[in-house]
Every structure is written in C-alpha cells, then in structure tokens.
C-alpha cells in the first residue's frame, strides 16, 4: 500500500510561482499514475495534471496548460507540480493520488479513477 503525502503550498501574489511535491512511501513501483487535483471553495475537484512515473508520459488540464509543470523524481519517490504565472482563479486545495500505472499513457492516468490520495496542500493566490 503507498502512502502520500504532499507539501508546498503557499500564499503567493499573482505572476508568482510554487512547488508542490508529492512523495510516496511504502509499496512503490516502477510504473505509477500520478495525478493532481484541485479543489477551490464551492467548487467541484478538478484534475490538473498527470504523470506516469514508467514512461515520463505527462498530459495537463488546459487552464494549466503553459504554466504548470509535471515532473517525477524517481530518488526521491516524488512528484512535483511545478506552478509559474499563478493567477487568483488557482487558488485551491491541491491533492495528489496516484494508482498502479497499468495503462499506457498519461491520458489514461488523467481520466482513470484512484483510491489512494494525499491529505491536500493549500495554495492561495491574491491580487
């Protein structure tokens, strides 16, 4: 069983920049799905962004898209969500999760289910 946890979250103004890590323990493997989310207040939980660790595959929710950066290091057990320009509309409760990687691409990662997460990192951004 893996267990996450994430960190890096901060309050930032606009234009500025963080980096979130989600390191993993316990039962890791080579090839995982690793997969942000966000959650603003009143909001629905969102995906930002995926990995699968194997491949190095990544694929990136589009209001994200240009900004944000996926990485793994595989040392470390730990993957990161690198976040440039940051707008106030960013501002939420970002999640990791990750699964087995029994897929093949990171499209696959973003749009599959998962079962295992992290307790969340806050990011707030202001005007």
């Known amino acids: 069983q893996v267990q996450l946890v994430e960190s890096g979250g901060d309050s930032v103004q606009t234009g500025g920049s963080l980096r979130l890590s989600c390191t993993a323990s316990?039962?890791?493997?080579?090839?995982?799905?690793v997969k942000w989310f966000r959650q603003a207040p009143g909001k629905e939980r969102e995906g930002v962004a995926s990995i699968l660790t194997g491949l190095r595959d990544t694929y990136y929710n589009a209001p994200v898209k240009g900004r944000f950066t996926i990485s793994q290091d595989n040392a470390k057990n730990t993957v990161y969500l690198e976040m440039n320009n940051l707008k106030p509309n960013d501002t939420a409760m970002y999640s990791c999760?990750?699964?087995?990687?029994?897929?093949?691409?990171?499209?696959?990662?973003?749009?599959?289910?998962?079962?295992?997460w992290g307790q969340g990192t806050q990011v707030t951004v202001s005007s």
């Open positions: 999760a990750a699964e087995l990687g029994a897929v093949n691409s990171a499209l696959m990662c973003y749009v599959r289910q998962y079962n295992t």
């Open positions: 316990g039962n890791t493997g080579s090839r995982y799905c």
